[in-house]
């Protein structure tokens, strides 16, 4: 049986050094805080607000307010369950309307004209994912300038095209979790490879980052094959799954898959490459995309924030923000049931703890 954990996102570069080859072009040049090697937690730093401030924004307090949604792309799992839990908190509310609509492939122009013909159309409020921190970055602040709320989640852009980002876990969190996941699962010295999506996704950017700085200070002998692209396709994910296998035979130890996409892809190429017991699949999927191989065994467990309360989180962080209620400077904001969601790293909200999905309970999740 393959001693296999999906964890809550996954991406790895390479170090500088003899184990880790440097292959990878992608990531970013942000500062990195490596966690502790043991559990000692991190101590959180005060940080002042860091977001942007929209223009002439007019009196929304307690009125209807109409939103949209623009997530990576739309069709598939991960993001119709942020879909769901922002209708449900607009819905819970009661004085939200709210739309999702994006690009059908995670393609960074496509979503720019997307979230630019609402701003024409005029809408309150927009929610985002980001395929591109930098280059979404004009046509939010555009957004702002016309005095429309603007409110992130999952993914990021630069600080000063947004008022707040909902964050689903702090990012040196999930990298110690990821590469500690793959130690145990691989041993110290094994080797695996990344199947992602683009080099360029900026939470992705931010893991590889973290994780480098993380694997360089507690598990330097674990060797990095290759990072691949796939950009979100199943067909191409699995496909790249199926060269890397190939092309490293029983070198490769281990697979991470860094999207919702690239993990069932992943564990179904080590599936029809009969290596299950052979190959650890380490990554991000949805609880409906991985109950075949949890049910087979061939994946013990599979560690995620729960997508539908990222959604949900974030609608209500965007009427916080029209009401008046979430301002610069706040420490915490109330989102429904919830509850209290601290503030972080000067204008972000944290989800909380990633939820840990296994054989026994995957069952009881349907998104």
């Known amino acids: 049986m393959i001693r296999t954990s999906l964890i809550a996102a996954v991406a790895l570069s390479v170090m500088a050094g003899t184990a880790w080859a440097q292959t990878w072009t992608g990531g970013d040049d942000l500062p990195t805080s490596p966690l502790a090697c043991d559990a000692t937690p991190a101590t959180a730093a005060a940080k002042p607000y860091d977001g942007a401030e929209p223009a002439n924004v007019p009196d929304r307090k307690g009125k209807e307010i109409t939103v949209v949604d623009v997530p990576k792309l739309?069709?598939?799992g991960y993001f119709n369950a942020t879909s769901k839990g922002?209708?449900?908190?607009?819905?819970?509310?009661?004085?939200?309307?709210?739309?999702?609509?994006?690009?059908?492939?995670a393609n960074i122009d496509e979503q720019i004209t997307f979230i630019d013909n609402y701003i024409t159309s005029g809408v309150d409020g927009i929610l985002f994912?980001?395929?591109?921190?930098?280059?979404?970055?004009?046509?939010?602040?555009?957004?702002?300038?016309?005095?429309?709320?603007?409110?992130?989640?999952?993914?990021?852009?630069?600080?000063?095209?947004?008022?707040?980002?909902?964050?689903?876990?702090?990012?040196n969190g999930i990298a110690k979790a990821l590469v500690d996941n793959m130690a145990k699962e691989i041993g110290e010295d094994g080797a695996f490879a990344?199947?992602?999506?683009?080099?360029t996704t900026p939470n992705q950017a931010r893991w590889i980052a973290e994780m480098a700085a993380y694997a360089e200070k507690c598990h330097p002998n674990m060797k990095w094959l290759e990072t691949v692209e796939a950009q979100e396709d199943n067909v191409l994910s699995f496909n790249q799954a199926s060269t890397l296998i190939n092309k490293y035979g029983d070198e490769?130890?281990?697979?991470?898959?860094?999207?919702s996409v690239a993990t069932p892809a992943s564990a179904e190429a080590v599936t029809q490459a009969g290596k299950c017991g052979?190959?650890?699949?380490?990554?991000?999927?949805?609880?409906?995309?991985?109950k075949p191989y949890v049910e087979k065994d061939c994946v013990t467990s599979v560690v995620l924030w729960n997508p539908v309360d990222l959604g949900y989180a974030a609608m209500h962080v965007m009427r916080a923000v029209a009401d008046g209620a979430?301002?610069?400077?706040?420490?915490?904001?109330?989102?429904?049931?919830?509850?209290?969601?601290?503030?972080?790293?000067?204008?972000?909200?944290l989800l909380g703890a990633p939820f840990t999905f296994t054989k026994e309970n995957i069952g009881g999740f349907d998104f």
Do not use: C, H
Request: glycine share 10%; hydrophobic share 45%.
């Open 194 to 199: 990344i199947v992602t999506s683009t080099f």
């Open 252 to 259: 490769l130890k281990g697979l991470f898959g860094m999207t």
């Open 326 to 349: 979430l301002k610069p400077g706040a420490t915490s904001v109330t989102a429904g049931k919830l509850g209290e969601l601290q503030v972080i790293n000067g204008s972000e909200i």
């Open 86 to 105: 922002i209708a449900d908190a607009a819905k819970e509310l009661g004085n939200v309307s709210v739309k999702t609509d994006g690009p059908t492939k």
């Open 129 to 171: 994912a980001a395929n591109d921190p930098v280059a979404i970055a004009p046509v939010l602040k555009k957004a702002l300038s016309k005095g429309i709320n603007v409110v992130g989640y999952d993914a990021n852009s630069t600080p000063d095209a947004r008022q707040w980002f909902v964050n689903q876990a702090e990012f």
């Open 74 to 76: 739309i069709g598939i």
């Open 278 to 290: 052979e190959i650890a699949v380490v990554g991000l999927a949805t609880p409906n995309a991985m």
